[in-house]
């Protein structure tokens, strides 16, 4: 019960510091070999009740290819949630020893982790996109302190097909709006303030306050 415990708290710092207590158990060299694939510790620990015929939650570790972790990774992404929380196989039915349980997570997610690595999953890949009008005022406002009312320097944006105007896709850059969007904030007399505050010239007196206090 107690190694069970240890297990299921899942901290290494725990087993570290009670490292006696692990390193007690049965030898484990030969366990952690037999999960070099994980297909004897699945059927021995698993199939009984993840198998075609059950289809216990839907799972069925019989079927499912071993040797190759990344063809099904969801799946075992759930085989390893469920190992480490120590909740399978369930507290009724046998379990492996400790080592052969770390060996058999550790294999799984290092598969898991190179799987992922090989392929990287980029997530959305709409092209970079300029910051639209109301975007824009914020990151000045907030970046240099200058609140420059940007409606009449800077077109308003076109909306999408769902009235949305901070889309990737609607926010294109043409020359001539990257000229409007650096005048809207070059011109201003606090912005040439700031930039002679933070070249050390201090005569314009504008208030700037975040860059001369830096100084
Ligand atoms: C005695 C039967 C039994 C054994 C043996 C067993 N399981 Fe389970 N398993 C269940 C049951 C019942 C559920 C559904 C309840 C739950 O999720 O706790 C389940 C759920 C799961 C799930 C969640 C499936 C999903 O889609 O959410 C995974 C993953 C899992 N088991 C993996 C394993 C692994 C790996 C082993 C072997 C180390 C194992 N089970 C051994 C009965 C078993």
């Known amino acids: 019960m107690r190694r069970v415990y240890l297990w299921a708290a899942g901290f290494a710092a725990v087993a570290a510091v009670l490292g006696g207590v692990v390193a007690a158990g049965p030898p484990q060299s030969s366990n952690a070999a037999a999960t070099s694939t994980p297909r004897p510790v699945l059927d021995k620990y698993?199939?009984?009740c993840h198998n075609q015929r059950l289809k216990t939650a839907g799972l069925t570790l019989d079927t499912i290819d071993a040797a190759n972790i990344p063809a099904a990774a969801d799946t075992?992404?759930?085989v390893v949630r469920k190992l480490r929380a120590g909740s399978m196989p369930p507290p009724?039915?046998?379990?492996?020893?400790?080592?052969?349980?770390?060996?058999?997570?550790s294999h799984l997610e290092s598969s898991l982790d190179r799987a992922?690595?090989?392929h990287?999953?980029?997530g959305r890949t709409d092209a970079f996109h300029r910051l639209n009008r109301s975007e824009y005022h914020n990151a000045v406002r907030d970046l240099i302190g200058l609140d420059v009312d940007?409606?009449?320097?800077?077109?308003?944006d076109a909306a999408d097909e769902?009235?949305?105007?901070?889309?990737?896709?609607?926010?294109?850059?043409s020359p001539v709006l990257l000229e409007r969007y650096g005048a809207a904030t070059a011109n201003q007399p606090s912005a040439r303030g700031a930039r002679a505050a933070a070249s050390g010239r201090r005569d314009f007196g504008a208030p700037s306050p975040g860059l001369?206090?830096?100084k």
């Open 162 to 173: 769902h009235g949305f105007d901070n889309m990737a896709g609607v926010l294109s850059v």
């Open 76 to 78: 075992w992404e759930k």
């Open 116 to 118: 992922a690595v090989d």
């Open 46 to 48: 698993c199939v009984t």
């Open 92 to 105: 009724s039915s046998p379990r492996p020893d400790q080592a052969t349980y770390d060996a058999l997570i």
């Open 212 to 214: 001369a206090e830096s």
């Open 120 to 122: 990287p999953n980029p």
């Open 150 to 156: 940007v409606t009449s320097l800077v077109p308003a």
